[in-house]
Nanobody
Framework: QLQLVESGGGSVQAGGSLRLSCAVF????????MGWFRQAPGKDREGVAA???????TYADSVKGRFTISQDNAKNTLYLQMNSLKPEDTALYYC????????????????WGQGTQVTVSS
């Protein structure tokens, strides 16, 4: 079982940057895949970025070239570096994990964090 705790959200002006973190607690001795999702008010949740157990990453077209997903296995922490932020990036951001070697972008994950709010003003 895994517990996920996000941090790093906040308010920023358009063009700014934020780095989200997701600390992973629990049984981390098995390989697992992770992803970042976001949900804006009145919209469906969408997959933003994913990383599999081999470190291969995928991104939604809307964030490609601006966001970078990475992980520090020694610290059991997942990151999402967000640059060139736009007002349309405003959402509640969640990290997710699953004991699978690969989960497709926006796919089904077993474990979820509580979310961290990102607000981008124009």
């Amino acid at each position: 079982q895994l517990q996920l705790v996000e941090s790093g959200g906040g308010s920023v002006q358009a063009g700014g940057s934020l780095r989200l973190s997701c600390a992973v607690f629990g049984y981390t001795y098995m390989t697992y895949s992770m992803g970042w999702f976001r949900q804006a008010p009145g919209k469906d949740r969408e997959g933003v970025a994913a990383i599999d157990s081999d470190g291969i990453t995928t991104y939604a077209d809307s964030v490609k070239g601006r966001f970078t997903i990475s992980q520090d296995n020694a610290k059991n922490t997942l990151y999402l570096q967000m640059n060139s932020l736009k007002p349309e990036d405003t959402a509640l951001y969640y990290c997710a994990a699953d004991y699978s070697d690969y989960v497709p972008l926006g796919g089904v994950y077993m474990y979820w964090g509580q979310g961290t709010q990102v607000t981008v003003s124009s």
